[in-house]
């Protein structure tokens, strides 16, 4: 019976130990954070909406050269008008 109860304790404090050193609280990291943040940046050309790239520069297109913008940047300038 002490073999039994000695290790029931030992399971129970394993698995207490186990989840409070993890954090369950629903909020991300800092880290997590940026690099969730910096993955679902995509950037596009005003005039050329078909035109999307990961990091900012220049349209591709030719004769066109105008600065990429954030892609939700876009659409709050649009909503504005």
Known sequence: MKKFLLMAVAIIFSAATVFATTPH???MTADTAKKAKAT???YTCPMHTDVVA??????PKPGCGMTLVK???LKKKSMKM
């Open 71 to 73: 892609k939700s940047d």
């Open 40 to 42: 679902k940046v995509i």
């Open 54 to 59: 990961y990091k900012p520069g220049k349209c």
């Open 25 to 27: 609280n629903g909020t």
